[in-house]
């Protein structure tokens, strides 16, 4: 099959488009699965620029090479001999590779306690080395044609979701475990950083479960304003720095306090959730919010200069997060038996057709042009992209 592998073999673009084996399944518990849509995440792109902030501290957990892609929807192929799924289901896919899916008896702590994002065996290597699909090799991934799955990490797509929007609910559900975490009170206002998919799917997951929370979303790009829009921002403010902090202060009715373009807000946003993954978004969102209110980090940053001067002048609580779970403070309303995981309640938003997938999915690209595909995502000031995707299997 054919597959993008991180390999750095080619000095001036680190992935090469490869023929590799159709993985095998790995026991009777597991399914293969036809990719049809494999999106592209921020993280994926650190890769391709370390300058947007990418994490040397987790380079020792997986291999080299790995093939790439965590954002993964597809049409199950194959079953084994003891996976209750069924071939023909159309499936997301959730790419964390926990102690239940390793094979791992008795699981760690964490897997007990139900928190499979933090369970403790990651590294472990046992079964295949790397975190997640989408860092490993001999199970397939999103930018390749096929990715295998344990029946546990499979979830079925609704009727209702198109199919070019069946892998948006991977940034959806990164939204919803993270607002889990640590909800925002009553009817608060929130501002949201970052115009790109992490930020949007936040605003969805938001206006979905805290319809009475106004959404301010900051954006660097012109072209981010529509699609906040659309996805329904209450207020979308576009640029950084001076301007930006003081159109800020106007909605709240409040004030800045700085100098040059380093400017803070003084009775800010309670709740503020960083989404773009860098430095600059990072420090914006400590500048922006409230005295000792909330900034939920969701862009996967990781070394970069940062003002930590608001985190402790504010006495602001900064809540981590990262992948998936099982999260009843993060479901609509009643979540049903069995649909409360975070990708189940994204893939009943989408169905619900809340995420506009027609401006949200911006670009599509069949693997073999998958240098035009970075591209277009590291490069959104020219690309005008919000979201790109694969198509690994064609139409």
Same mark, same amino acid.
């Given at each position: ?17 490869v023929e590799v084996p ?38 020792? $957990? ?13 049409? $199950? ?26 094979? $791992? ?42 990715v295998m799955a344990h029946?546990?990490?499979?979830? +079925? ?6 199919? @070019? ?38 605003? $969805? ?8 929370? +106004? ?56 709740? #503020? ?18 005295? @000792?209110?909330? #900034? ?71 693997? +073999? ?27």
């Amino acid at each position: 099959m054919q597959a993008i592998r991180y390999d750095l073999v080619d000095p001036a673009f680190p992935a090469s488009l490869v023929e590799v084996p159709d993985p095998e399944l790995p026991t009777g518990g597991w399914a293969r699965v036809a990719v049809t849509f494999g999106g592209i995440c921020g993280s994926d792109l650190h890769l391709f620029s370390p300058s947007t902030g990418g994490s040397p501290t987790l380079m020792s $957990i997986g291999t080299l090479p790995f093939l790439l892609g965590h954002e993964i929807a597809g049409t $199950i192929i194959e079953v084994g001999s003891d996976c209750p799924w069924s071939v023909r289901t159309k499936v997301a896919v959730d790419p964390i590779l926990p102690c239940l899916v390793r094979g $791992i008896d008795p699981p760690c702590v964490n897997c007990r306690r139900g928190w499979p994002s933090s369970c403790l065996e990651l590294d472990s290597r046992v079964l295949t080395p790397g975190r997640s699909i989408g860092f490993t090799d001999g199970l397939g991934g999103g930018w390749a044609e096929q990715v295998m799955a344990h029946s546990s990490m499979l979830h +079925e797509i609704p009727a209702g979701v198109p199919d @070019r929007a069946a892998s948006l609910h991977e940034p959806i559900s990164i939204a919803l475990h993270g607002l889990g975490r640590r909800p925002p009170d009553g009817a608060s206002p929130v501002l949201i950083v970052g115009g790109g998919v992490i930020g949007l799917a936040a605003l $969805i997951a938001l206006t979905a479960l805290f319809p009475g929370n +106004e959404v301010t979303v900051l954006v660097r790009h012109a072209h981010q304003v529509a699609a906040a829009q659309a996805c329904g921002a209450t207020h979308v403010v576009l640029g950084s720095g001076a301007a930006a902090f003081e159109q800020l202060a106007g909605l709240l009715g409040g004030r800045t306090v700085g100098m040059g373009e380093d400017w803070m807000l003084v009775g800010g946003y309670p709740y #503020v959730v960083e989404a773009a993954g860098s430095a600059a978004s990072a420090t914006d969102a400590l500048r922006a919010v409230d005295n @000792r209110g909330t #900034v939920l980090l969701l862009g996967a940053m990781g070394i970069g200069r940062v003002d930590m001067t608001p985190l402790w002048y504010k006495e602001a609580v900064v809540i981590g997060s990262v992948d998936h779970g099982r999260d009843p403070k993060a479901s609509i309303g009643q979540a049903p038996p069995g649909r409360d995981h975070s990708i189940d309640v994204a893939l009943d938003i989408l169905a619900q057709q809340r995420f506009p997938d027609d401006v949200v999915v911006t670009h599509e690209f069949p693997l +073999e042009a998958y240098r035009d595909a970075v591209g277009a995502g590291l490069d959104k000031a020219a690309s005008k992209a919000v979201k790109v995707v694969f198509r690994p299997n064609g139409a």
